[in-house]
């Protein structure tokens, strides 16, 4: 019988360690991340004037180059001068940052592209994240809307938002990043929170962006707040135009083994949901994602008391079925004004993330009286909240019911763990104690 010699056990040894120790042996480690790039951006300018709306969609924007971790992107309105705009002069509507793959032949000035969504075109190939919606609907890594200066958004050690990973990217296409940003300039407008809204007889608009007519029924939203057009002001208002800016900032780690990659889930309340016809050649359910939608007022609706305010609220709520195993990580949502609070439930009934607004009470940026201005959001033990392959989830949405409403949302964004990916590093622990184990009977030089 041969034996494994002593230097050839201690040389595979060491080679086993480098590639396991270089990978994380828990799914829930604390390691943290020692040094976090950070850089402050500038969207191109856009100019706006009291009442109007811009809706900028800019491609190939400044983004952090190479195979990295995101680990959070915050954003806000500022002036040429850098100075924060507040929300009662310029109403963040949302912003999303969402990822593409450009044909590298393809030698475009990017300011040269039409202020739209491109999507879906060959030189210019949309990498959505990883659900919940249809084809190019709700397909952002990031975005957020007035709440953005006061929510939270950074990712814990040792996660983080893989991108830029060279095997993902196809051959003859580079990786891309577009924004778009929806403004609306309040200064002087007669209906402050009918422009938020987007009511349509504000705007003066009876046919969308491409000179279609809208239906009778269509009472606002964003199909009468496209680029501009013009909330109605005043009698006798004037104010100078100006030019803006979206300052993101981008915090991001180089990527190595020690990074455990999130799953990027935004859930729609407005989502419909149908079994698929495809069978096994496709997705096994077809998402209707609607992205707004509108109340009546507590007259007209059926309601329930709040114990807390003298009026009633809406509540939406859908079904929607999970597709993956995965733990939370991280969950939050975003709401219009006269939100009263967001919430994901698993199919057991039990919350998984329930995200609420802040308001408003003062003048100064960042608690405009009367906006919301923050959203709290979820930050889960790791390993605590689990969601699994075929779980259908319930996302609830709650709405102040005293007036009608138009152009309300509930986006629902989930981090999440790949459980696959989490059990295939615990193989990878128990592979190198299954090795230490066969080292010590082989070699004779590792003693228990």
């Known amino acids: 019988m041969s034996f494994v010699s002593q230097d050839c056990a201690l040389?595979?040894?060491?080679?086993?360690?480098?590639?396991?120790?270089?990978?994380?042996?828990?799914?829930?480690?604390?390691?943290?991340?020692?040094?976090?790039?950070?850089?402050?951006?500038?969207?191109?300018?856009?100019?706006?004037?009291?009442?109007?709306?811009?809706?900028?969609?800019?491609?190939?924007?400044?983004?952090?180059?190479?195979?990295?971790?995101?680990?959070?992107?915050?954003?806000?309105?500022?002036?040429?001068?850098?100075?924060?705009?507040p929300l009662y002069e310029a109403y963040v509507h949302h912003y999303i940052i969402t990822k593409y793959h450009q044909r590298k032949k393809v030698v475009q000035n990017t300011t040269a592209l039409p202020n739209r969504w491109i999507f879906p075109h060959k030189d210019y190939v949309l990498k959505r994240n990883s659900g919940m919606c249809q084809k190019e609907v709700i397909s952002h890594f990031f975005g957020l809307g007035s709440e953005s200066r006061g929510t939270r958004t950074e990712i814990p050690d040792p996660y983080a938002i893989e991108v830029g990973n060279p095997k993902e990217i196809p051959q003859g296409f580079e990786e891309k990043w577009m924004i778009n940003i929806q403004i609306i300039d309040?200064?002087?407008?007669?209906?402050?929170?009918?422009?938020?809204?987007?009511?349509?007889?504000?705007?003066?608009?009876?046919?969308?962006?491409?000179?279609?007519?809208?239906?009778?029924?269509?009472?606002?939203?964003?199909?009468?707040?496209?680029?501009?057009?013009?909330?109605?002001?005043?009698?006798?208002?004037?104010?100078?135009?100006?030019?803006?800016?979206?300052?993101?900032?981008?915090?991001?780690?180089?990527?190595?083994?020690?990074v455990l990659p999130l799953e990027v889930y935004v859930f729609d309340v407005t989502d419909s949901v149908q079994v698929s016809s495809n069978g096994e050649k496709g997705p096994r359910?077809?998402?209707?994602?609607?992205?707004?939608?509108?109340?009546?007022?507590?007259?007209?609706?059926?309601?329930?008391?709040?114990?807390?305010?003298?009026?009633?609220?809406?509540?939406?709520?859908?079904?929607?079925?999970?597709?993956?195993?995965?733990?939370?990580?991280?969950?939050?949502?975003?709401?219009?004004?006269?939100?009263?609070?967001?919430?994901?439930?698993?199919?057991?009934?039990?919350?998984?993330?329930?995200?609420?607004?802040?308001?408003?009470?003062?003048?100064?940026?960042?608690?405009?009286?009367?906006?919301?201005?923050?959203?709290?959001?979820?930050?889960?033990?790791?390993?605590?909240?689990?969601?699994?392959?075929?779980?259908t989830l319930t996302l609830e949405s709650v709405y102040v019911g005293n007036t009608s409403r138009t152009g309300l949302m509930n986006d629902f964004t989930l981090l999440d763990l790949d459980a696959i990916g989490c059990k295939s590093l615990q193989d990878k622990r128990g592979l190198f104690n299954l090795f230490l184990s066969t080292a010590r009977v082989t070699s004779g030089f590792l003693t228990g």
């Open 186 to 258: 309040l200064r002087g407008v007669k209906d402050e929170k009918g422009c938020m809204d987007c009511r349509c007889n504000l705007y003066n608009v009876t046919h969308n962006e491409e000179g279609l007519p809208l239906p009778p029924t269509y009472k606002g939203g964003f199909l009468c707040c496209y680029h501009n057009t013009k909330c109605q002001l005043k009698e006798g208002f004037e104010g100078a135009k100006r030019s803006l800016h979206l300052k993101y900032t981008v915090k991001w780690v180089e990527w190595d083994h020690s």
């Open 11 to 85: 040389s595979l040894l060491a080679t086993i360690l480098l590639l396991l120790l270089t990978s994380q042996s828990s799914c829930a480690s604390k390691k943290t991340h020692t040094h976090v790039n950070s850089v402050d951006f500038l969207s191109q300018k856009f100019e706006v004037e009291p009442g109007h709306v811009a809706n900028m969609f800019y491609y190939d924007i400044e983004f952090p180059k190479g195979h990295i971790g995101i680990k959070s992107v915050k954003a806000e309105i500022v002036d040429e001068a850098g100075k924060s705009i």
């Open 285 to 391: 359910f077809n998402h209707n994602c609607l992205v707004e939608y509108e109340i009546e007022s507590c007259n007209n609706i059926t309601t329930h008391k709040d114990d807390d305010d003298d009026g009633c609220l809406h509540v939406k709520k859908t079904r929607i079925p999970f597709e993956n195993d995965g733990y939370v990580i991280y969950g939050g949502a975003h709401l219009h004004f006269g939100g009263v609070n967001a919430t994901l439930y698993g199919q057991d009934g039990r919350v998984i993330c329930s995200s609420k607004p802040e308001y408003g009470t003062g003048e100064e940026v960042g608690n405009e009286k009367g906006f919301l201005v923050g959203m709290t959001t979820c930050y889960p033990n790791p390993g605590s909240v689990k969601v699994v392959d075929g779980e």
